[in-house]
Structures are given as structure tokens and as C-alpha cells.
């Protein structure tokens, strides 16, 4: 007996009809996005481990635990992205693409060296638009509103955590009151929290121990530190998701894990999900991060919806979007002879629009109707002794109960008939 082999720890399997509403939400966020004008991009899988460590930041937890970071053949450092936003930057900085507002929409599997539970995989999925170029807090709408229209083209109620970070102007100000305040704490914060302060001190008010929610209840909050500029951003953004009907929900303690964002800031929430892994989508500004990296000055936005998450709400909610596969015709070689033909009808068949296939096993023609019927092929092309001599197939509408024969060049155009009839049982 040999070893079987199992995918790698934290991997999934989407297997049928899984996949298929995957695709369809794939379909579905990037079919909303092109709707928006956000053109199709895709970078590699892989990139330079200092563009992460650069662009996500040093003091995240996923540059400092949960990248995927190996030496190549050539002895250079790659890291698996952990996500698009940076890699996209990066080419667009390299094939001068930016200048003027830049609008792309990718799809990709990310990576993060995680702990696996449902909802928490090591390779994921992520949908992601970027705009870039511009400051217009119209753009942080805009932005915004696109993901809601996702989630409600797909169905999924979410709740949207909406917050402003602040910039480089008035968050080193708040930051130093904040670890104040922390510090101010003593021991009575539990060791990691500590850890964390020390590290980036915003990050503590995210964290989920209700015992450091409780100690942290009269914190400084970023909302109430803003300067004047981020202050008029932030409500520019409030006014116009108002007029476009977009809900939030006030988060002042949202942080986000990843250190490029600036000013807007948010993140969708499903309730289908347990609190660890809520998080269907996120996203926010980050005027900053071009620079970073290398590029000229270049203010973005954008999100990224994590379609694994998404796939796990809809199931949870018992939904799937987009049925398995239903043949529609089946086609019959009753004889060696026949099959040539048979494969040349699938083919027509296929052409004209009908999902068509043949049974690929040896049975008596009652045993091949049995099967045919199991199926659920509204149509059945048989292919005899008699029909081959007479250069015709016989053509049989299960729904109806009628048979007829055909020749074989008018086959494809009948079955399409049928099929487009629709149900002849069913009420007019
Ligand atoms: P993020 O919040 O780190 O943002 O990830 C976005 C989404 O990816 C999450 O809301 C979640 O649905 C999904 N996700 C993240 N990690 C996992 C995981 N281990 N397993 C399953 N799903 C996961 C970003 O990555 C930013 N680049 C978003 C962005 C784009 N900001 C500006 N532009």
C-alpha cells in the first residue's frame, strides 16, 4: 500500500459545487468593478521580500510572523505575497503606470502563515481594486460604495466599520499620547499588550482580550486627534456615503493589520461568521505607499474582499449561487460503430449552445436509457444500427416522451430546440 498524501496544512480543496459559487462571486466583484472602471491587472505570486517588509511594515504581524519567506536557486529572498495591494504598487511604479487616477481590479491566492480555522486558511483568496493617483476623498466614496454594491449584488448583509487613521501629519502626535496612555497602565496590562504598545500602540485597541478592551475603554482615539486636513477628508467622506445610501457603523478602534494606511479606513463585517474571522473585506487609503516602495507620490485607495471568507457566508446562509453542472443532452452510440458520429454530435451540440455528453460505457440500450435518465439530460440522441445506415440519429425529449428521427447535420439545431422550449409539462 503506498502513503496517501494530504494538502498542506491550512490549504483548501474546492471541489464541485464549491468552486462553482466561487467563480460566481469572482465573477460577480469583477464584473462590479469593470461596471466602476477598474481594468483587469495581474502581478506574480511571489515577489522581493523587502517590497513586503517595506510596504506592509516591519512592525505587522504579517511581516514579522506569517510571511511564506525562502531563499530562491539564485540565493535571492521572495516572500509569497500575503497580499495584492503592494505588488501592484510596485508594478505599476515600474512600468511607469501611474500619473493621473489609475484604476485596477485583480484576483489572486495570497499567503499568510497562520493559524487554520474555518474562515483562517494559510493560501487564500483575495478580489482587490485599487484607484491611484488621486486624494479626492470622492475617490474614498466611490471606493467604498463599489464594495457595497458587491455585497448587495451577491446577497450578503455586512455590517461596514468605517474609521479615519489620520496622516503623517497628526498620527506621530496621537501615537505618542496613546503609548502614554498605555504606559500610564503599568502592569495592569496584560504582558502582550505591553509588547504590542511598544511596537505600534494603535494596535492595542484592536486587540479582542476584554480585559485590555476594558482597561483601554477611556483611551485616546484617533477621531479626536485628526488635524484639520484629515478632519475635512474624513467628513467629506461621511457626507458623501450619506447621499449614496451607504450604512457605517463608527469604529474608532479599527487599526488594520497592515501598516501602509492613511485617513480612510474600513472594513466589512458578516454576522454569518464567528468574531475571529468576520472580516469578508477590507481596505482603505494609503497616500504614503508609492513613496515608500520606491515611486513618485502617488494617493491610493482600495480594498480587498477575501473570497473564501465570502463563499463561507453564503454556504452558511445555505446559498449557493450557481448550480452544478446540468447536462442537457445525452448522446447515445448503440454500436461501436457509432461512435465517430457520436463524437462529432457532442461537438455540434456543444457548438450550438447545449451541454452534451456521452456515456462512455457498454450497456444494453436499456441500461444506456436508465443512465441517460439519471442524468436528468432533457434530451436524448440515440445512435443504432438502423439510424446509422439511414444517416440519421433518433432524437428523444424525455420531458415530452416524443421520439423522432433526424439526420444528422439537423440534429444539433433540433435538440437546441428542445432544449429552448422549456418544459412541456409545465403550466403555460
Ligand atoms: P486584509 O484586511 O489584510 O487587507 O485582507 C483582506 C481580506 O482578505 C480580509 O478581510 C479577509 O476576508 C481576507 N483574508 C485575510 N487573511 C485571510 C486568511 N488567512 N484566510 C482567509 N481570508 C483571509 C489587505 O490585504 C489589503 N491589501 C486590502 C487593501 C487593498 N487595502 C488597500 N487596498
Known amino acids: 500500500m503506498t502513503d496517501r498524501f494530504e494538502g498542506p496544512k491550512g490549504t483548501f480543496d474546492y471541489l464541485p459545487p464549491t468552486a462553482g459559487t466561487r467563480a460566481v462571486v469572482e465573477r460577480t466583484v469583477l464584473g462590479q468593478a469593470r461596471l466602476a472602471g477598474y481594468q483587469l491587472t495581474e502581478t506574480p505570486v511571489f515577489e522581493d521580500t523587502g517590497l513586503f517588509a517595506r510596504g506592509v511594515g516591519q512592525s505587522t504581524d504579517v511581516v514579522q510572523k506569517e510571511m511564506y519567506t525562502f531563499a530562491d536557486k539564485g540565493g535571492r529572498s521572495v516572500t509569497l505575497r500575503p497580499e495584492l495591494t503592494a505588488g501592484v504598487v510596485r508594478a505599476l511604479i515600474e512600468h511607469g503606470r501611474l500619473g493621473g487616477l489609475v484604476k485596477v481590479a485583480f484576483s489572486g491566492p495570497c499567503f499568510r502563515y497562520e493559524r487554520p480555522q474555518a474562515g483562517r486558511q494559510r493560501q487564500f483568496h483575495q478580489v482587490d481594486i485599487e484607484a491611484i493617483g488621486s486624494p479626492d476623498p470622492a475617490v474614498d466614496a466611490d471606493v467604498v460604495l463599489v ?30 499620547r496613546l503609548l502614554e496612555f498605555l504606559r500610564g497602565l503599568g502592569d ?24 485590555v478592551r476594558e482597561l483601554t475603554a477611556g483611551a485616546p482615539l484617533m477621531r479626536d486627534w485628526l488635524c484639520a486636513a484629515c478632519k475635512v477628508h474624513d467628513d467629506t467622506v461621511r457626507s458623501l456615503l450619506i447621499e449614496a445610501g451607504v450604512p457605517w457603523v463608527e469604529a474608532p478602534r479599527l487599526v488594520r493589520g497592515l501598516d501602509y494606511y492613511t485617513r480612510t479606513t474600513f472594513e466589512w463585517q458578516a454576522e454569518a461568521l464567528d468574531a475571529a474571522q468576520d ?41 449557493l449561487p450557481e448550480p452544478p453542472v446540468q447536462l442537457q443532452a445525452m448522446v447515445l452510440p448503440l454500436t461501436p460503430a457509432a461512435r465517430g458520429t457520436a463524437l462529432v454530435l457532442v461537438r455540434d451540440l456543444r457548438r450550438a ?13 436499456r441500461g444506456h436509457m436508465k443512465a441517460a435518465a439519471r442524468t436528468g439530460a432533457r434530451v436524448v440522441v440515440l445512435l443504432g444500427d438502423d439510424e446509422l445506415a439511414a444517416g440519421q440519429a433518433s432524437v428523444r425529449d424525455m420531458a415530452a416522451r416524443e421520439q423522432g428521427r433526424v439526420p444528422l447535420e439537423a440534429v444539433a439545431a433540433r435538440v437546441a430546440g428542445i432544449v429552448a422550449g422549456g418544459d412541456p409539462g409545465a403550466a403555460p
Not at 500602540?201 to 486587540?207: E, H, K
Not at 452534451?356 to 444494453?364: G, I, K, M, N, V
Open 188 to 211: 495592569e496590562l496584560p504582558a502582550e499588550a505591553r509588547a504590542r504598545a511598544e511596537q505600534n500602540p494603535l494596535r492595542v485597541l484592536d486587540m479582542k482580550d476584554p480585559r
Open 353 to 365: 449552445g447545449v451541454a452534451a455528453d456521452q456515456p462512455y460505457a457498454e450497456r444494453s440500450l
Open 279 to 319: 472580516a469578508l473585506g477590507g481596505g482603505g487609503r494609503y497616500d504614503g505607499l508609492s513613496e515608500l516602495v520606491g515611486g513618485p507620490p502617488a494617493p491610493g485607495i482600495g480594498w480587498a474582499l477575501g473570497l473564501d471568507r465570502i463563499v463561507l457566508a453564503l454556504e452558511r446562509a445555505g446559498r
Open 147 to 176: 464594495g457595497h454594491e458587491i455585497f448587495r449584488a451577491l446577497g450578503i448583509d455586512v455590517t461596514l466599520l468605517l474609521t479615519s487613521l489620520g496622516d503623517p501629519e497628526c498620527r506621530p502626535a496621537y501615537r505618542e
